[in-house]
């Protein structure tokens, strides 16, 4: 089973910040957090991840609170080419490593 | 382009026949990952494959049929697959140990009907 919950869909205007959150009070301490998008039945596409601290790319910036129990991605300027279904995943290590996906996200942003 | 490509991107077939989906990559990873995704629905990790080895079956039926004959091939050999089993099926791969990100790369998807 998923080890997140995420709010099944959010709406954005078109240049503001998109922000999503995400729980995972049940990760554990060696394990990461992975955010992925998935636009219209195409293969997930990587975004971003992070153990503790705030990471940041050209995509976008994960913020991680302090207790790891939960996670925002936040798209600071949100264009229509960014409406997708959002994962985020808790990825376990047992062996090979398992990235287990949840129901995620979806994201419309709105012009 | 991410690196991992399946083939076929679409396969109709009945629910006797015989059929095989390829995944293959030439990333240099060792692990490589079998999902599911139905109508709607999230993605189902289905089986992983970590140096050619199996390391994960999620509890999906004989009628699925994973081959790995070395760390950049992946196959799904299918057969007498019901209607319930059409989806979309994408394959993934990813380093392991220290090596990069630890992401998973996913090809297009092999998208399955089954009649």
């Known amino acids: 089973d998923a080890k997140t919950t995420q709010p099944t869909s959010m709406d954005c205007a078109e240049g503001r910040a998109a922000n999503l959150p995400c729980n995972h009070s049940t990760i554990s301490g060696n394990e990461y957090v992975y955010w992925y998008r998935q636009i219209h039945s195409q293969g997930p596409q990587y975004i971003i991840h992070?153990?503790?601290n705030n990471e940041t790319n050209e995509m976008a910036s994960l913020i991680i609170t302090e207790d790891r129990k939960s996670s925002t991605l936040i798209l600071p300027h949100a264009t229509l080419r960014d409406t997708a279904v959002y994962y985020c995943?808790?990825?376990?290590?047992?062996?090979?490593?398992?990235?287990?996906f949840g129901t995620g996200t979806r994201l419309k942003v709105l012009a | 382009e991410t690196g991992v490509t399946q083939t076929p991107r679409h396969l109709v077939m009945g629910m006797t026949n015989k059929k095989s989906l390829k995944c293959e990559q030439h990333?240099?990873?060792?692990?490589m990952y079998w999902y599911k995704q139905s109508a709607k629905k999230p993605l189902e990790l289905m089986f992983v494959?970590?140096?050619?080895?199996?390391?994960e079956n999620n509890s999906v039926p004989s009628r699925f049929s994973p081959e790995c004959p070395n760390s950049s091939h992946l196959f799904l050999h299918l057969h007498t697959l019901q209607p319930e089993d059409s989806a979309l099926y994408l394959c993934?791969?990813?380093?392991?140990?220290?090596?990069?990100?630890?992401?998973?790369?996913f090809g297009e998807g092999s998208r399955l009907t089954v009649l």
């Open positions: 992070g153990l503790k």
């Open positions: 993934a791969s990813s380093p392991t140990g220290l090596a990069g990100t630890g992401e998973l790369f």
């Open positions: 494959y970590n140096f050619k080895e199996q390391t």
């Open positions: 995943i808790v990825r376990v290590t047992s062996g090979t490593y398992k990235y287990i």
């Open positions: 990333l240099g990873h060792n692990a």
